[in-house]
């Protein structure tokens, strides 16, 4: 069982940056896959970027390739991600996801680990 949480959310201006911060609980976090979605006001929630369990394969969606990068620290049972040049389309509430192994898995939505999420704001 693992339990994840997320943190680093703020309102930020347009063009900074914010670093959100993924904490599971769970000896075995550095086995599972883990990625971040997002859900803004009236809208589906959508994936963002997915980041295998070594850190060796990252997925990024088309809105946030190269202002995005996802990265893991398993010493610290953390996925991070780093968000650049914000845009006032990228306010959301960001959540983590994770699942045993299976990136495939993570970047459909399907791991069984939800966060609470944090909130986003970036205001123009």
């Known amino acids: 069982q693992v339990h994840v949480v997320e943190s680093g959310g703020g309102l930020v201006q347009a063009g900074g940056s914010l670093r959100l911060s993924c904490a599971a609980s769970?000896?075995?976090?550095?086995?599972?896959?883990a990625g971040w979605f997002r859900q803004a006001p009236g809208k589906e929630r959508e994936f963002v970027a997915a980041?295998?369990?070594?850190?060796?394969?990252?997925y990024y969606a088309d809105s946030v390739k190269g202002r995005f990068t996802i990265s893991r620290d398993n010493a610290k049972n953390t996925v991070y991600l780093q968000m650049n040049s914000l845009k006032p389309e990228d306010t959301a509430v960001y959540y983590c996801?994770?699942?045993?192994?299976?990136?495939?898995?993570?970047?459909?939505?399907?791991?069984?680990?939800w966060g609470q999420g944090t909130q986003v704001t970036v205001s123009s």
């Open positions: 996801n994770a699942d045993r192994s299976s990136i495939t898995s993570v970047r459909a939505g399907r791991g069984p680990y």
């Open positions: 769970g000896r075995t976090f550095s086995t599972y896959a």
């Open positions: 980041i295998n369990w070594s850190g060796g394969s990252s």
